[in-house]
Every structure is written in structure tokens, then in C-alpha cells.
């Protein structure tokens, strides 16, 4: 899985990457299908906006954005909403039929 972290109006430090890398391992390493993962942060007047876009095997595209005063609760949000999407996308392609 390769991961891009990129800041817009943002300084990424590595306390921010630390944290993202961890929570990426803990929520999507459940998801063997996910080829890339992109990291947007950014900075809205008074809001921190974390983006997070997954790129899967066979077209799977998940695209999960949150805004925070926070920049690390706008990151836990985005990634929770994201494996939210991506474990609603792998309970519908599997066959639940005996």
C-alpha cells in the first residue's frame, strides 16, 4: 500500500505522519484490495480539512473529507468515515448465499 501525505497552506511534520501512518495501519490494514492511499491536509480560514482518497483494486475509488478545529481529530474522522465506505463496499461485492 503506498501512501502520500501532502500539505496545502499546511507544514506536514512528522508527529502528523507518525499519526497518520498508525491510524492507516490499525484501520485499513484490513482491506488486503488497497493499492494507494492519498493524504490532503489543508487550512480554511479557522478549520483544519483532512481529505483522504483510497484507490483499490477493480475500480474501487473511496473519497472521505472531514473539518475540524483540529487538525488530528479532522484525521481520525476522515479515516474512520473512509473504512466506514470501504466496509460497506466489501460487504456488497461479497456473496452472502450459502
Known sequence: MQVSITGRHVNVTSNVKEHVMDKLERCLGLF??????KVILDTEKRDQVAEIVIQGADHIR???????????????????????????NRDKVQDHHK
Open 32 to 37: 488486503p484490495r488497497i493499492e494507494s492511499v
Open 62 to 88: 473511496v473519497t472521505a473529507k472531514e473539518e475540524s478545529e483540529n487538525l488530528y481529530d479532522a484525521i481520525d474522522r476522515a479515516i474512520e468515515h473512509a473504512e466506514r465506505q470501504m466496509r460497506k
